[in-house]
């Protein structure tokens, strides 16, 4: 669980904005997209598939590019 304790003199905005930068790197709210929506296993397999094309697409583009 993400939490920040707030240091004397700080703002509560500046306070927030660590929490959410913390929120962020420790890929809460990703988790719990992940996790709220129920998916057959073959329509998982299916996404994971096209997210690996993707992956491998844009790899070859940025190598492409580079040369």
């Known amino acids: 669980m993400a939490y ?3 240091q004397e003199g700080e703002s509560l905005e ?3 904005k660590r929490f959410k ?5 420790e890929s809460i ?3 719990i997209k992940k996790h709220s929506v129920y998916l ?3 329509v998982r397999r299916r996404l994971k598939k ?6 491998i ?3 070859q583009r940025r190598e492409r590019s580079g040369i």
């Open 4 to 6: 920040v304790v707030v």
């Open 14 to 16: 500046s306070a927030l």
């Open 21 to 25: 930068r913390k929120v962020q790197q």
């Open 29 to 31: 709210i990703s988790d």
């Open 40 to 42: 057959k296993p073959g």
């Open 50 to 55: 096209i997210q690996t094309i993707k992956r």
């Open 57 to 59: 697409r844009k790899r």
